[in-house]
């Protein structure tokens, strides 16, 4: 047993909070029962989803659960943590920054769950712990009980599909232009995985943005083969098909109600036939078909980015989240860090903004 499954958490108001490297049957109906209609739910924070991440991360998933003394489950957080050479770094949750989840009952339960992850992170060797408050949920009764050291301010975008009826008149122009351009879109299979990864870094170097490991990618067209715990649905994955070739896919991870926007990829020349957008056209049909509502876009680096602009010309909507840190042994403990030693050491977590480290 690790030593955060030891921790003794004394701040929970009569709840019985501990941290356990495995949900169990009973802990996943609770979860289930309070994840009910929760857009937070994402499909990052499914068990199988985070079970694979561990290969791919080479850290730890660790879940925090919150129970009442009778033994029902009040809350639920998980979160995952890293060794690296400045000491251990925790997020909630890491890899490309995914909201995290924060259920609860009621707001005892929650400041239970919130006091554990804060109890988590006294220990002597954690050098950071990061709650990435979750998708569209108010982030200041979060750091009330949390009490971070710093709040780092972000934004998302989304759509709400209550109500929806057609696209923006651009929107509808770029679709014409796919439907003329005799797409085929299916779904992704795992012999798409060369074809998918190739046309992925392509783009990533284009755009001069870091690279998923191609283990992820055997990972999501895994799981969407494959039975996903309740209430989490299977990842989307979208292949779309040109002349008898792949030639790009869209990764969609849902919760109950929310789909994100994790991987949009295309061949560069083929990017004026708007594929991206056939993509997120048939993605989101498919999403409302299972009861869908959110289509979560996710952050952008600015506003004035081109990506920021382009959700925003589907009809994105905008809303806050924050990244709330703990520095529990004082963030002197920084001083030593550069950015190629954070990149190297802690891989797709959050320490730190990089401007504010030595080169």
């Given amino acids: 047993m690790s030593d955060a499954a030891k921790l003794e958490v004394t701040d929970t108001g009569g709840f019985e909070a501990t941290v356990v490297d495995r949900l169990d049957p009973a802990n996943l109906v609770g979860v289930a029962r309070l994840a009910a209609n929760q857009a937070q739910l994402l499909g990052y924070h499914a068990p199988d989803y985070q079970v694979a991440m561990d290969s791919i991360l080479g850290d730890r998933c660790r879940h925090i659960v919150v129970h009442t003394a009778q033994g029902a489950l009040a809350a639920y957080l998980p979160f995952r943590e890293r060794d690296g050479e400045a000491g251990t770094v925790i997020n909630a949750l890491p890899f490309f920054g995914p909201n995290g989840l924060l259920l609860a009952a009621d707001t005892a339960a929650r ?11 006294q220990r002597p060797e954690v050098l950071a712990a990061v709650l990435y408050t979750p998708f569209l949920a108010d982030p200041e009764p979060i750091a009330v009980s949390l009490r971070p050291d710093r709040r780092l301010a972000r934004m998302t975008q989304y759509l709400d599909l209550d109500g929806f ?7 509808r122009g770029d679709l014409k232009r796919a439907a003329g351009a005799g797409f085929t879109i299916r779904p992704a299979e795992s012999s798409d995985l060369d074809s998918l990864y190739e046309i992925y ?6 755009a001069g943005v870091p690279q998923k490991p191609r283990a992820y990618f055997a990972a999501t067209l895994a799981l969407a083969c494959e039975a996903t715990p ?5 990842p989307l994955w979208l292949a779309i098909e040109h002349a008898g070739e792949v030639i790009g896919g ?18 560069s020349a083929l990017r004026p036939m708007q594929p991206i957008a056939a993509l997120i056209d048939a993605a989101i049909a498919a999403c409302r078909t299972d009861a869908i509502r ?3 876009f996710e952050s952008s680096p600015q506003e004035d980015d081109p990506v920021f602009k382009y959700k925003e010309r589907w009809g994105a909507l905008r809303a806050g989240y924050e990244l709330q840190i703990l520095y529990p042994n004082g963030r002197e403990r920084l001083a030593s860090l550069t950015p190629d030693g954070l990149r190297r050491n802690y891989p797709f977590y959050f320490v730190c903004p990089y401007d504010e480290l030595n080169s």
């Fill in 165 to 171: 009826t057609d696209w923006p008149k651009k929107r």
């Fill in 201 to 206: 870094v392509e783009n990533c170097i284009e």
């Fill in 111 to 121: 400041h239970a769950a919130l006091a554990a992850f804060r109890a988590a992170a």
């Fill in 230 to 234: 309740q209430p989490w649905r299977a």
């Fill in 294 to 296: 959110f289509w979560n």
């Fill in 250 to 267: 869209l990764l969609a991870m849902r919760g109950i109600v929310t789909a994100s926007y994790t991987i949009p990829i295309a061949r």
